[in-house]
């Protein structure tokens, strides 16, 4: 049997290493840690005979590496070093030079996809005058998805996107509008987890803002106990790809996967009136 070999292998950053097992001229390989991105590994290598002098890289052993991907586009360079005499002295595997060290540079392609982007709008209630809300006043509300990725959004698909209603305001419904064939929502919570289902195809480029987006009109009603003369700001968010999971929606949550519009709401004030008799003529108080 052949030697025992040691060397040092920097993976880049987003890149984990999940298996190894030999190929030619090793009887066994092994590598630690294991699933830890951008790790610094030590390989050892069993190999099936000795190993002569006069043996170029391209015919010496070999073994398979499995590892996992970063999901965004780009160049990554991987890293490994030796010690010429076979020991543990290595040198860093980053920016070192041949013979102890080698690199490897990938180019990694993210195959096109969809982005989603969203908006909101609604009505301002404003005072004075006219304006105020009643318990139980209709308020309405418009959310609008967008497509700014690089594929188009496959008709009938079904997206994900939580919409937070007013303090104190109770749903009521929520209605397919342009490009939406169904839209259904949890009434039970506030924000609302709403499934938005497309009709046709929306194509990439589409901003939430324009003319061709989709749109859903939300319902609701103000709750009696709901605070006077408040100015809020409501936002919602989308997922950034169909199959993800929107962000919370609120302050912290940005632009384009979040939206807000915000509103000042007002509510009717106690008001006193007073009668009496009138009295004509020679009537007496």
Request: charged share 5%.
């Amino acid at each position: 049997m052949g030697a025992t070999l040691t060397l040092r292998d920097q993976l880049p950053a987003g890149v984990s290493a999940t298996a190894v097992s030999p190929v030619d001229g090793l009887s066994s390989a092994s590598f630690v840690p294991l699933n830890v991105a951008g790790a610094l590994l030590n390989y050892t290598y069993k190999l099936d005979t000795a190993l002569g002098g006069a043996t170029d890289i391209p015919n010496g052993p070999a073994c398979s590496i499995t590892a996992t991907m970063p999901t965004t586009a780009g160049d990554l360079t991987n890293w490994a070093s030796v010690d010429l005499a076979g020991g543990t002295a290595y040198p860093a595997p980053v920016n070192c030079t041949l013979p102890p060290c080698a690199q490897q540079t990938t180019t990694i392609q993210v195959p096109p996809a969809p982005l989603l982007t969203i908006a909101k709008a609604a009505p301002t209630i404003a005072q004075p005058c006219g304006c105020l809300v009643n318990a139980s006043t209709p308020l309405t509300h418009t959310v609008s998805i967008g497509n700014m990725g690089t594929a188009p959004l496959a008709a009938a698909s079904t997206n994900p996107v939580l919409d937070q209603l007013w303090p104190g305001a109770i749903f009521v419904s929520a209605a397919p509008s342009t490009g939406v064939s169904g839209v259904s929502c949890n009434a039970a919570a506030n924000p609302l987890a709403c499934s938005v289902t497309l009709g046709p195809t929306l194509a990439n480029g589409t901003e939430a803002s324009s003319g061709s987006k989709l749109t859903i009109i939300i319902t609701s009603t103000m709750a009696a106990t709901a605070p006077l003369d408040a100015f809020v700001a409501i936002y919602v968010s989308a997922a950034e790809t169909v199959t993800g999971i929107p962000p919370a929606p609120g302050s912290v949550c940005v632009v384009p996967h979040c939206a807000s519009v915000g509103t000042r709401l007002a509510y009717p004030g106690m008001q006193l009136t007073k009668t009496g008799p009138v009295l004509l003529g020679n009537d007496m108080l």
